[in-house]
């Protein structure tokens, strides 16, 4: 016995297609359309990347390792301090100022010096 489904004895008619209902047609061909897009859109997007990798490669070729300086340094600068200039920071002087000996404290209620104060 011989499933029909194996069966290779029945040959179709030449020049016919077996019959398929729209629906099923229309499902056929959305999936062709979307393999067919996204194959074209991984071929774009690889194309793209490989156009961007043969541009960097290009730019480094190009580019001089050690560039000079365009402009010469000063060499009288002073300190260079950013918060000074924004004036975020005071400027500090180079020498410490000598700070007054702070005076004894009053007794408010006898009005002389505290006991022990100098």
């Given at each position: 016995m011989v499933m029909r489904f194996f069966d290779m004895s029945r040959k179709p008619p030449v020049g016919e297609l077996p019959q398929i209902g729209d629906a099923r047609r229309a499902r056929i061909v959305q999936r062709l359309q979307?393999?067919?897009t996204g194959v074209t859109m991984m071929i774009?997007?690889?194309g793209l990347a490989?156009?961007?990798?043969?541009?960097?490669?290009?730019?480094?070729?190009?580019a001089v390792p050690q560039a000079a300086a365009t402009t010469e340094p000063n060499e009288g600068a002073s300190q260079n301090?950013?918060?000074?200039?924004?004036?975020v920071v005071p400027d500090l002087p180079d020498s410490p100022v000598d700070?007054?000996?702070?005076?004894p404290a009053v007794m408010p209620e006898t009005g002389q010096d505290a006991p022990g104060a100098q």
């Open positions: 979307i393999g067919i774009l997007l690889i490989s156009i961007i990798q043969d541009r960097a490669a290009q730019t480094d070729a190009t301090d950013p918060l000074v200039e924004a004036g700070t007054p000996a702070q005076q």
